[in-house]
T-cell receptor, first 111, second 116 residues
Framework: EDQVTQSPEALRLQEGESSSLNCSYT??????LFWYRQDPGKGPEFLFT???AGEEKEKERLKATLTKKESFLHITAPKPEDSATYLC????????????FGPGTSLSVIP | SAVISQKPSRDICQRGTSLTIQCQVD?????MFWYRQQPGQSLTLIAT?????????ESGFVIDKFPISRPNLTFSTLTVSNMSPEDSSIYLC?????????????FGPGTRLTVT
């Protein structure tokens, strides 16, 4: 059964203090791994899709990387506006192509 | 990316009643999905809304409780029927498409439902 876990559950950083969020997954053939950002009271906002091990994508202070078992979301010199919940999701190569979401990491960046 | 709106944005309902949530997209899309997000939890897929045919429901969700309509490629509704307090949640619609095999999804703002 496809599964996604994320760690840590919550993370508090000082402004400028770089760190990484982890997404571990089990899937029968990966079609894509997705990262989303969700602000309180809003729907998730799409950030990245990663397709194969070794791939990296960047957007401003965020960089997502992918291995065969996990993905990392690196946050460089975060600012308070980066505070949000970050969700990881995977889509396997099954006939149904269902997307499974992880539980999320709640990030707080303190000024 | 598509712009998605949902109505209502929030509602407080009495148990035993039903609520219909609307999802409108500003462009034609292939795939539309309905999710539930309970407080402090991640997203759980309720069903895929299929245009012109019955929705495809996930395990634990049934058509009698969550009937879905998708009359065209820009609109869908989800009804939460015979509500109980356990149905209190945020309901989100999302869209994906463009002929891609990967479902990069774009979400609406959500409908916050409280059942008393």
């Amino acid at each position: 059964e496809d599964q996604v876990t994320q760690s840590p559950e919550a993370l508090r950083l000082q402004e400028g203090e770089s760190s990484s969020l982890n997404c571990s997954y089990t899937v029968s053939g990966l079609r894509g791994l997705f990262w989303y950002r969700q602000d309180p009271g809003k729907g998730p906002e799409f950030l990245f899709t990663l397709y194969s091990a070794g791939e990296e994508k960047e957007k401003e202070r965020l960089k997502a990387t992918l291995t065969k078992k996990e993905s990392f979301l690196h946050i460089t010199a975060p600012k308070p506006e980066d505070s949000a919940t970050y969700l990881c999701a995977v889509q396997g190569k099954t006939s149904y192509d269902k997307v499974i979401f992880g539980p999320g990491t709640s990030l707080s960046v303190i000024p | 990316s598509a712009v998605i709106s949902q109505k209502p944005s929030r509602d407080i309902c009495q148990r035993g009643t039903s609520l219909t949530i609307q999802c409108q997209v500003d462009s034609q899309v292939t795939m539309m999905f309905w999710y539930r997000q309970q407080p402090g939890q991640s997203l759980t897929l309720i069903a895929t809304a299929n245009q012109g045919s019955e929705a495809t429901y996930e395990s634990g969700f049934v058509i009698d409780k969550f009937p879905i309509s998708r009359p065209n490629l820009t609109f869908s509704t989800l009804t939460v029927s015979n509500m109980s307090p356990e149905d209190s949640s945020i309901y989100l619609c999302s869209v994906a498409g463009g002929g891609s095999e990967t479902y990069e999804q774009y979400f609406g703002p959500g409908t916050r439902l409280t059942v008393t």
